[in-house]
């Protein structure tokens, strides 16, 4: 009883932490992180107009295209990929806000969390980015930021938390691949892989992310397939089979991504701030 009655008023004891209104709660029990579906809990938001700008973050990356149309061109959600909001360990997550700025290789300069969400929606999305300053920009932000709360600024990146990375066993195998994907993938992403428009992403073709995308290496679409997916069975599949039903996917046509496309932040008259 003694124990039961330590570990209930410990739960209050948390859900209250986690109620803390305008304030930002730091962790979990005994001041450690957050995890899962902990990190993003409706019912326990901070507090008025920020609880409500959260939420909507929240909103825009799991119903993109209906939260962020206009910046949206591929036939899928940020939690496509990102899954559960980006609240899960190895499903491209999202408690990073610590982590930034960053120094990026790709772009060769260090880059600010705008940016970073800018580039999933250039080549994730296969759309334009939402200016910096907009509402859609500042939501996003605000979510990330708030399930990352807690989090040191400046802290190594844990990649165990992030998209797996690891090698091939064997040289992956496109025709393997194959027999993979119609077994264990097809019924939801169908054989043209073009899933189902609001239930199953699109795996290739014009619907899909461009060939900008990190998901669209070889490599980060098997780190992700081998964590989270088939979806109801994740972590079935072996290294090896990732890496196959990857290189099937990634064998076929996507959308090419026009690095000459101009991006356009339209600027705010003063009257804004
Ligand atoms: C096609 C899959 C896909 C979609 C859709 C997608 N992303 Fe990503 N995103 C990725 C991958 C892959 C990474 C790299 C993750 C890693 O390195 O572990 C990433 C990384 C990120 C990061 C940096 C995370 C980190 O670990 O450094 C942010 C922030 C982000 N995405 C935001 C978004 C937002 C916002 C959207 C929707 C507008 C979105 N993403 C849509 C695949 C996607
Ligand atoms: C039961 C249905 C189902 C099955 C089976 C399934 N997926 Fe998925 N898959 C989904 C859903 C739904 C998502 C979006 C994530 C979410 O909403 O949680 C997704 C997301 C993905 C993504 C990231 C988004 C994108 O469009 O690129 C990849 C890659 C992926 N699946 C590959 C596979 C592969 C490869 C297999 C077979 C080994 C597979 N899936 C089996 C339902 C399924």
Redesign the pocket.
């Known amino acids: 009883m003694r124990v039961l009655s330590t570990v209930a008023s410990a739960l209050v004891a948390l859900a209250f932490v986690g109620c803390a209104g305008g304030t930002h709660p730091s962790g979990g029990a005994a001041g450690q992180p957050l995890a899962g579906a902990a990190l993003y809990d409706p019912a326990h938001l901070p507090a008025g107009k920020m609880g409500a700008l959260v939420r909507e973050g929240y909103d825009?990356?799991t119903q993109?295209h209906k939260f962020?149309k206009p910046?949206?061109v591929?036939q899928?959600?940020?939690?496509?990929?990102?899954i559960a909001g980006?609240t899960v360990p190895r499903g491209?997550?999202?408690r990073?806000a610590g982590?930034?700025p960053?120094w990026n290789k790709r772009s060769h300069r260090a880059i600010a969390?705008q940016d970073?969400?800018a580039?999933?929606?250039l080549?994730?999305?296969n759309?334009r980015p939402p200016a910096y300053d907009s509402r859609t920009m500042i939501a996003?932000v605000a979510y990330?930021n708030w399930i990352s709360r807690g989090q040191k600024t400046f802290s190594p990146?844990d990649p165990k938390v992030?998209?797996a990375?690891f090698k091939p066993p064997a040289p992956p195998n496109v025709s393997r691949g194959a027999t993979i994907y119609t077994a264990q993938c097809s019924m939801c992403h169908q054989a043209n892989g073009a899933g189902i428009p609001g239930q199953f992403?699109a795996l290739w073709g014009a619907t899909?992310?461009n060939k900008g995308?990190?998901?669209?290496k070889v490599a980060?679409m098997a780190?992700?397939v081998r964590y989270n997916m088939p979806l109801g069975k994740a972590g079935t599949l072996s290294d090896q089979q990732a890496y196959d039903v990857a290189a099937f996917v990634e064998s076929h046509k996507r959308p090419a991504f026009d690095k000459k496309a101009s991006i356009a932040f339209p600027p705010e008259p003063a009257s804004f701030f």
Do not use: D, K, N, W
Request: hydrophobic fraction near 50%.
């Open positions: 825009i990356i993109t962020a910046f949206v591929s899928m959600e940020c939690s496509s990929c990102h980006g491209g997550y999202l990073i982590h930034f960053q969390l970073r969400i580039e999933c929606f080549y994730s999305m759309g996003v990330i990146i992030r998209i990375r992403p899909s992310f995308a990190g998901m669209a980060m780190g992700f």
